[in-house]
């Protein structure tokens, strides 16, 4: 396996969140390595552009082994922001910005090379020829050991792989988002052998109350004794049962929840009851 079970992801880690501090990044790191989240996933517009340099910064002053962990990077969103000249958010997939891009996010991050880099979001002016020019570039290089997508549907990974091959697509999947599910999406990350990786695994559950959440809470809580296990195990648990072996990133900075969401992943939810949670998110049985 390239990457650990679960991945840490890094969005709220700097300014568009907890604005944690280089000693408390250090031990948030340290604590995930400890659960054995060894990956930890960035993107270079978070934080307006500066939580790589956070990150980084904390990183080198660590003594982690660079060799021990897997960082993830992804590029292609071009925001309006004090650290850039753009004047509306775009798309910039060009052979040029996707190698300064990666560069920058190695200096950055204080590393010579990136086990995973990702297109941020696909681009309807992106050219797959010039994409794969950049990527064997970076490959050869040695400067990024894997390529994949984020956000790819599966014609434009088709479109894409015909170029370049793709070894991971990170998609919306939840509980509460399981469209993947039924879109063909996840059926053709298995048939084409592609890691799935998923951001926001917990969906919408701790952060909406409505009648499809509560339904969800009522099952959940159901089966709490049984698994010995907190609601977002079961979540997570949910989401790791299914047969595409995903790889949730989970976005939280909390150490409890990250020692709690480790445990999700030695959790086998029973075949119904696994439907039991899905019917309780639906609010009707499966056809």
Known sequence: MKYSRLIAGTMTWGVWG???QKNQMIELMQHCIDQEITTFDHADIYGGYTTEIDFGIAFSESGIKRNTIELISKCGIQLESDNRTNTVKHYDYSKSYIIWSVETSLKNLKTDYLDLLLLHRPSPLMQPDEIAEAVSYLKERGLIANFGVSNFTPLQVDLLSKS???SVNQ?????TQHTAMHNGSLDHITTKA???MAWSPLGTVFREDNEQTRRIHKQLGDLLEKYNATEDQLLLAWVLRHPSKIHPVIGTTNKKRISDAAIAATINLELEDWFKILVACQGHEVP
């Open 194 to 196: 592609i890691t799935p």
């Open 171 to 175: 998609i919306e999947f939840s509980l």
């Open 164 to 166: 370049v091959e793709i």
């Open 18 to 20: 907890k604005q944690l």
